[in-house]
């Protein structure tokens, strides 16, 4: 590429370098320069020369002690670089701002600075904050190099941008400044590259000026990086680098053995010593070179990025056991966030970090970093990812155990998803429970500090545990109580049964009973807990789930199954009972973490003496215990047990307190009997609504408890509200199993009130009722409104909405735009041949079930939909092919649809018209409700037999 010689004008060179920069031309994150700055040659493709730094510079693990300023927007350590077209893999480390062909020869001004003043280090260590807030760091030395207001070779316009280099010696950060970009059609490249393009990075703007409002730390004009070997680390990263011992630079290599200040717990095995192993995995006992990562390996294994790592090729693998006060009380807050129920505070944290260490097939750096967290007796697991590159290599991110009964893989579909996939919702982070407690959720009650540990034996049982406060159990009151190790609790005896069974003649509650083996590890613990804020926490609960029920907890028994195996040794089960009372009333809260799928026979639930009250957690498989519920609360399950679910205590004045079969209840009075054989039902329905109350009373002479019935979603159940049990449904966040269904003239939504079903019930015979009540709520498909407003074609526009007749409202609004943002108000003029926009919307219906589909349009002079003069608009769900003004916008896609014609009026006639639409409903599952218009074909495909009539809703104009 040919350029003419230069042409220097000394006036104009005085008057270039006398230029000041004004306040116009420059953003507020640019730092100051001009007065004190070097200015660079004016040379085409020229440099500054080499400029030697009194604060050496850090640039992923090389350190440089010079740098050029290089006229085509670029610095450079080595040797000034004249190329004006920019490229990647130029064998250089390189700093490109903005690289492409400029010309100070017609134009302003590149200069630099190496400032070391105590406002501007202020500055750039407040940015770096900011951007990087987890790692410490005060700025000694900013590099300021500006390019200002200097021309593209080719001409067209001006570029103003700033790149600031950043150090305190040991850290090195990048911030890039973006003033005023011209467009261009030159060659251009914005971001960095390294000697071996290991790590290297372009700014993903589509154009040049989008640099200027384009930031990867959310401030306009603004790019900011970590350069001295910890690329861009996420905000979830703990402080490294500083006082971390560095592993040997060896492949498949390994630290020596560490030995840790705070022992730490690992599935029930203490450990005092660890090894951080080069290729992405911390192993206990020996160090292990395995490249290629594999499950049941036989040893306890944490593996954050398991892979064929080479820091042989750059990058830092280093560790530290950090104590100060800053960092564990970071963690300490981390993890009281992910496990709000398990009381601690960290006393240690081992911190190891893979900080851009490459592939060994190349292709790119990975930066992870795993930390221990412990207080001796407590353990825990973070692990943080940074920048993942792709690769084909194979590789595994998670931990195993000796035994491999405890063993995660995080499900990532590829190497780079780590960076922002999660288990605790937060980017980049993952977060375990590991001391052998595994994963709690939220519902979990505290355990483990001051828990009794039930002795190490298949089918055992605690010892006879005496109650603090008596228990009541469906009128009976028990002072003492048996943990048995296979699942449930017992109140007269132990039970050793590993296969579950109702019918068993003993009061029981079975959180999971099935045949579980503490010999093979797991903890099962019980305490008795009266402390204030277990009690307040269950208190709430109970209000929560029983608001009609005044309580407060004065005693709360917690049984824990912590991490408990299989006997058939399929994998473990976490799992928690919780006892509530106040003497008088009790209540059951059954908490579900982590349970292993199985083959085993197993049952939850609770059962009675004589089996009257008994009930079957309708779970298909063990492991949808962990996200089912009869209280909206995944994984937890409660129940009130005393024997008052239909007791006397909140009889009105039309029942009366009686016992039936051995249990109190109300009874209804005489003459409340109006209707024995469906309890007095009471529907209601409205829009995508309804709901069914029955007679408590009816109920419970019967022999159904209200606590047993629910709707075709077992976690629906009543709510008590003046003897009556009150079911509901919504089609928002309260769908429970209600299915929708049509026929030719309505639309139908449908559930039924059930009682349980022993699905996992091992009798033969049952002479339990149960019962099926099946109800509905119908809509009609036919609606017929009217909105009698004319506008004239030269005078005004009339909208109103008026009421539908039936259970969901039609309305039709005429708009000025075709974005359907300005509906017409008032007397507004619509001229002849003017575009308008109609919008037909159904009310009332659920939006993600029911599409509104308009069948035919048209226009009369008058305000009859019958009248002999008229003119067709949509014919058949399609614009009329006669007028080729007419649009269909939308149609069959939602609850609106819309379209647009040019007005018109009707010759000789008023000059008023009146628009007419036939309308359908479409269920969107049963069929297309939306289907296209073909140029030239008028008739359009059968529509589904649900649909055989429409409304029509009118509106004058």
């Known amino acids: 590429m040919g350029k003419p010689a230069p042409l220097y004008v000394l006036a104009a060179l005085l008057s270039l370098l006398a230029s000041k920069v004004t306040d116009a031309q420059v953003p507020a994150n640019f730092l100051p320069y001009g007065y004190g700055d070097i200015v660079n040659p004016i040379s085409d493709d020229g440099s500054s020369e080499a400029i030697f730094l009194q604060q050496p510079f850090k640039y992923f693990g090389r350190t440089y002690n010079q740098i050029y300023v290089n006229n085509n927007g670029h610095?450079?350590?080595?040797?000034?670089?004249?190329a004006y077209v920019p490229y990647l893999n130029s064998g250089l480390d390189i700093i490109a701002p903005l690289w492409t062909d400029l010309y100070n020869v017609n134009g302003g001004t590149i200069s630099y600075r190496e400032d070391t003043s105590s406002a501007v280090l202020a500055q750039v260590t407040q940015a770096v904050h900011q951007y990087f807030p987890h790692v410490p760091f005060t700025a000694t030395s900013a590099f300021v190099a500006t390019w200002e207001s200097v021309p593209y070779y080719s001409g067209g316009g001006l570029v103003t941008f700033q790149v600031v280099l950043v150090s305190n010696g040991d850290r090195s950060f990048i911030l890039i400044n973006y003033g005023d970009i011209a467009e261009t059609g030159q060659v251009w490249l914005a971001g960095y590259n390294t000697v071996d393009s290991v790590n290297s990075f372009t700014i993903p703007a589509a154009s040049v000026p989008e640099l200027s409002s384009s930031s990867n730390i959310n401030v306009n004009g603004r790019w900011s990086f970590h350069v001295d070997g910890s690329l861009n680390l996420p905000a979830n990263f703990l402080p490294f680098g500083d006082g971390d011992v560095v592993n040997p630079i060896s492949d498949d290599g390994s630290s020596e053995a560490i030995y840790l200040q705070q022992p730490f717990k690992y599935f029930g095995r203490t450990y005092n010593q660890i090894y951080v192993n080069n290729n992405g995995h911390l192993t206990f006992t020996q160090p292990l070179s395995a490249y290629v990562p594999y499950l049941n390996a036989g040893i306890d294994i944490i593996a954050p990025l398991w892979t064929d790592?080479?820091?042989?090729?750059?990058?830092?693998?280093?560790?530290?056991?950090?104590?100060?006060?800053?960092?564990?009380?970071?963690?300490?807050?981390a993890v009281n966030q992910y496990f709000p129920n398990v009381p601690f505070t960290a006393t240690s944290a081992f911190v190891a970090t893979w900080d851009s260490v490459p592939y060994i097939t190349g292709g790119g750096v990975v930066t992870f970093q795993v930390v221990l967290v412990s207080n001796g007796d407590r353990s825990f697991i973070l692990i943080n990812y940074g920048d993942i590159a792709q690769t084909g290599q194979v590789w595994l991110a998670g931990y195993d155990t000796v035994d491999s009964v405890n063993s995660f893989t995080i499900p990532a579909a590829s190497a780079p998803e780590l960076s922002y996939s999660s288990n605790i919702n937060v980017n980049g982070r993952w977060s375990f429970r590991v001391d052998g407690s595994l994963n709690f959720p939220a519902n979990f009650l505290p355990f483990g500090d001051g828990d009794v540990v039930n002795p190490i034996s298949d089918d055992g049982s605690s010892e006879a545990i005496y109650l603090q406060q008596p228990?009541?159990?469906?009128?009976?009151?028990?002072?003492?109580?048996?943990v048995n190790n296979n699942g449930h609790l017992t109140f007269t005896l132990p039970l050793s049964a590993y296969v579950p069974y109702l019918n068993s003649g003993l009061d029981i509650i079975a959180p999971l009973w099935t045949d579980l083996n503490n010999r093979h590890g797991g903890t099962?613990?019980?305490?008795?807990d009266t402390s204030s804020a277990v009690l307040a926490q269950v208190t709430q609960a109970v209000h929560q789930y029983f608001p009609h029920v005044p309580f407060t907890a004065t005693s709360v028994f917690v049984a824990t199954w912590d991490s408990v195996p299989y006997y058939s040794g399929e994998g473990v089960v976490t799992f928690q009972v919780v006892l509530v009372s106040n003497d008088d009333r009790s209540f059951i809260l059954n908490n579900y973490g982590d349970i292993a799928q199985t083959g085993q026979v197993w049952l939850a639930g609770y059962d009675t003496v004589d089996s009257v009250n008994s009930f079957t957690i309708p779970a298909a498989s063990a492991p949808e215990l962990s996200y089912s519920s009869n209280i909206n609360v995944n994984g937890r399950w409660s129940f009130r047990v005393d024997g008052s679910a239909n007791s006397c205590d909140t009889c009105t004045e039309y029942e009366a307190c009686q016992e039936r079969s051995g249990v109190l209840g109300c009874v209804c009075l005489d003459g409340q009997r109006p209707n024995l054989e469906f309890f007095d039902a009471v529907e209601s329905c409205a829009s995508s609504t309804g709901s069914i109350s029955l007679s408590r009373c009816q109920l419970f002479e019967s022999g159904f408890s209200t606590e047993t019935l629910h709707?075709?979603?077992?976690?629906?159940?009543?709510?008590?509200?003046?003897?009556?049990?009150?079911?509901?449904?919504?089609?928002e966040d309260h769908i429970c199993g209600t299915t929708l269904t049509s026929n030719r003239t309505h639309f139908i939504y449908q559930n039924a009130i059930l009682s349980n079903l022993r699905s996992n019930d091992q009798s033969i015979i049952s002479r339990a009722r149960w019962m099926n009540i099946t109800f509905s709520c119908a809509y009609p498909l036919i609606q017929t409104l009217s909105m009698p407003m004319g506008i004239r074609a030269e005078g005004g526009v009339i909208s109103q909405e008026v009421p539908g007749q039936g259970r969901y409202e039609i309305h039709m609004v005429p708009y000025h735009d075709a974005q359907f943002t300005s509906p017409y108000e008032g007397e507004v003029e619509i001229q002849v041949n003017q575009q308008i926009y109609v919008a037909v919307e159904v009310l009332g219906v659920d939006e993600s079930q029911i599409a509104t589909v308009l069948d035919n349009c048209w226009a009369t002079p008058v305000n009859d939909i019958d009248h002999d003069i008229r003119w067709s608009l949509i014919i058949r769900e399609c614009p009329n092919p006669e007028d080729g003004t007419v649009e269909v916008l939308q149609n069959g896609n939602g609850t609106t649809s819309h379209f647009s014609f040019r007005m018109f009026t009707f010759s000789g006639n008023s000059d008023r018209i009146f628009l007419h639409c036939q309308v359908h409903l479409c269920l969107v599952n049963n069929g297309r409700c939306a289907q296209s218009?073909?140029?030239?074909?008028?008739?359009?495909?059968?529509?589904?037999?649900?649909?055989?009539?429409?409304?029509?809703?009118?509106?004058g104009l």
């Open 309 to 333: 790592l080479y820091n042989v090729n750059g990058g830092t693998i280093s560790y530290r056991e950090d104590t100060s006060s800053a960092v564990l009380a970071q963690v300490t807050q």
């Open 524 to 528: 099962i613990s019980y305490r008795e």
């Open 471 to 482: 228990f009541k159990y469906f009128g009976r009151t028990y002072n003492q109580i048996y």
């Open 711 to 731: 709707l075709n979603d077992p976690s629906c159940r009543g709510t008590l509200e003046d003897g009556r049990l009150l079911f509901n449904f919504d089609n």
């Open 933 to 955: 218009c073909e140029v030239g074909y008028r008739r359009r495909r059968r529509r589904s037999l649900d649909f055989q009539h429409s409304a029509a809703v009118t509106m």
């Open 75 to 82: 610095l450079t350590f080595t040797q000034p670089l004249s």
